[in-house]
């Protein structure tokens, strides 16, 4: 009979298993030891191997000849158990074996004792009995006979009624690492004389998700998709997912600001059905290792932080594809924002402005009361109260802030400011997407600041391209005319939806 990758290289013994060393390691000195208990529950992600370990605790508990609480695979009730023909090991699906009346029919087979050395009952997927069931086989549990050993596996643990948790030994399976994966995919084709490039064995182990079946599973896939090879060239088509070159096509499309080139891009990896979430995780790898490179850090730290936004959000209310294109765009227009906001900024530093010298922007329209805080609060006098205080906050707040972008954004463009007993977060350079982002945080930021100094901050104020020695004038309201009629002011407005707050003449 035909047996798939995945079945043929089912681990039959605990060597054989790869990546759950501690799962291994504990049940071989239980087993080494005699000090086994009467039910054990194995949880994880799938194809990481809690089946496989189920069939090799059942055939080891009956192993005539156990060596170092590995079974020997030769005696007659290993070798039963191999072909699935052993009497004493009672193998059931959850999903299919889940009525009540199922689990009394298993609970009467339990009063006959074992033809060999103990009763091994093992239930997969336990999860999916229903509630009378799960009583059931907690009285069943609870007393059960002392030749009976009770092995269930789930990939849904909290889906356990917590009474039957609680009365097992519970082993955690973990995603496998890639690097374990590909090296089993290169010992697999080894074996099995199959021709293969490392670098397509490495793409299956990143594609399979800390799954060994996954893996597998792929890889048989592009052995019948290029005829009895695993080639780098035919990876991307076979498994639907995109190759190192793409991302990196990807990634430049958005350096260069190509919307138009991406959104061809985008319709292309729908055509091709390339997985959106997957595509984003492989983009979101490669943007990182750029970051650590140190090229163009502030572009791909942003990028990774969108891609990422994109995948969390696409698992909370799916639509991937949808998702991926907004964050694609996003990550493009990073640069034309800044750009923008350093074309101003240097108009405004030439004097080219109308209004000669635009000191503070709200770049998001503040709330009305707080514009006239901003409004009679003179920039000189804030930013004299920087002294120690101030800066131990600052870094604490900083460190008690999660990575990412908000965080980015107050640590390059802003500051804590201290007036009048009053504390100000004020943005001291940086863009309107940097300020958006804090404005909309601000009452997480405010919290964290709050917990470390029992106050709280006033609002926002913004003190970029303050001008040091100008005698400024404070200028009330919103300007009028001639405002409208600057040629940065009608930009500013544009781009940022902004207002002026108020305005020095040099
Ligand atoms: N840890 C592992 N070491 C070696 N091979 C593994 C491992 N985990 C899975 N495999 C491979 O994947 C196949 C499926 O594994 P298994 O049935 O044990 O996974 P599982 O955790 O029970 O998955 P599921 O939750 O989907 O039932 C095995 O036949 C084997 O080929
Ligand atoms: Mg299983
Ligand atoms: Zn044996």
Redesign the pocket.
């Known amino acids: 009979m035909y047996k798939n990758?995945?079945?043929k290289?089912?681990?039959r013994k605990f060597s054989?298993?790869?990546?759950?060393d501690i799962v291994v390691t504990v049940l071989k000195n239980s087993l080494k030891s005699g000090r086994t208990v009467p039910a054990y529950l194995l949880s994880?992600?799938?194809?990481?191997?809690?089946?496989?370990?189920a069939r090799i605790l059942a055939r080891t508990l009956n192993c005539n000849n156990p060596k170092d609480g590995e079974a020997c695979l030769e005696c007659e009730s290993c070798k039963l158990s191999i072909e699935f023909n052993n009497p004493d090991i009672i193998e059931i699906d959850g999903a299919s074996w889940r009525k009540l009346d199922n689990i009394r029919e298993l609970s009467a087979s339990l009063n006959y004792p074992p033809i060999g050395k103990r009763k091994v009952i093992i239930i997969?997927?336990i999860h999916m009995l229903i509630k009378e069931a799960f009583n059931a086989l907690l009285k069943t549990i609870e007393e059960p006979p002392d030749y009976v050993t009770f092995i269930f596996?789930t990939?849904e643990p909290g889906k356990v009624i917590p009474t039957i948790l609680s009365r097992c030994q519970q082993f955690e399976?973990r995603r496998?690492p890639f690097r374990l994966i590909s090296d089993?995919l290169e010992h697999i084709c080894k074996k099995e004389g199959i021709e293969y490039e490392k670098a397509a064995l490495d793409e299956v182990a990143r594609f399979s998700d800390g799954?060994?079946?996954n893996a597998?599973t792929a890889a048989e896939k592009l052995l019948l998709y290029s005829g009895g090879k695993i080639l780098s060239k035919n990876v991307s088509k076979s498994l639907g997912v995109s190759s190192e070159e793409e991302i990196n096509n990807y990634l430049s499309l958005i350096e260069s600001e190509d919307i138009v080139g991406l959104e061809k891009f985008l319709n292309d990896i729908e055509e091709k059905n390339y997985d959106p979430y997957n595509f984003a995780k492989r983009a979101v790898m490669i943007a990182q290792n750029r970051v650590i490179s140190g090229k163009s850090i502030h572009l791909w730290f942003n990028v990774a932080d969108l891609l990422i936004t994109a995948m969390i959000k696409s698992r909370m209310i799916g639509e991937p594809m949808l998702l991926l294109r907004n964050a694609t765009f996003k990550a493009a227009s990073l640069g034309k924002i800044e750009s923008t906001a350093t074309f101003i900024e240097s108009l405004i530093k030439k004097g080219k402005t109308g209004i000669r010298n635009v000191t503070t922007i709200d770049t998001d329209i503040l709330k009305e009361d707080n514009r006239q805080k901003i409004a009679v609060k003179p920039t000189n006098e804030i930013s004299e109260n920087k002294h120690e205080e101030t800066t131990d906050i600052w870094n604490k707040l900083l460190d008690n802030l999660e990575e990412g972008y908000t965080k980015s954004c107050l640590k390059n463009y802003f500051g804590l400011e201290k007036s009048e007993g009053k504390w100000f977060l004020a943005q001291k350079s940086g863009n309107g997407g940097s300020y958006k982002r804090v404005k909309d945080e601000f009452e997480k930021i405010n919290s964290a600041f709050s917990s470390l100094a029992s106050c709280s901050i006033e609002s926002i104020i913004d003190m970029r391209n303050k001008q040091e020695n100008a005698p400024a004038k404070k200028v009330n309201a919103v300007q009028k005319k001639d405002d409208t009629e600057d040629e940065t002011v009608k930009l500013l407005k544009e781009r940022y939806n902004a207002t002026i707050v108020w305005k020095s003449y040099v």
């Open positions: 990758l995945a079945q290289w089912r681990p054989e298993v790869i990546g759950q994880g992600p799938q194809g990481t191997g809690k089946t496989s370990v997969d997927e596996a990939t399976f496998i089993q799954s060994m079946r597998e």
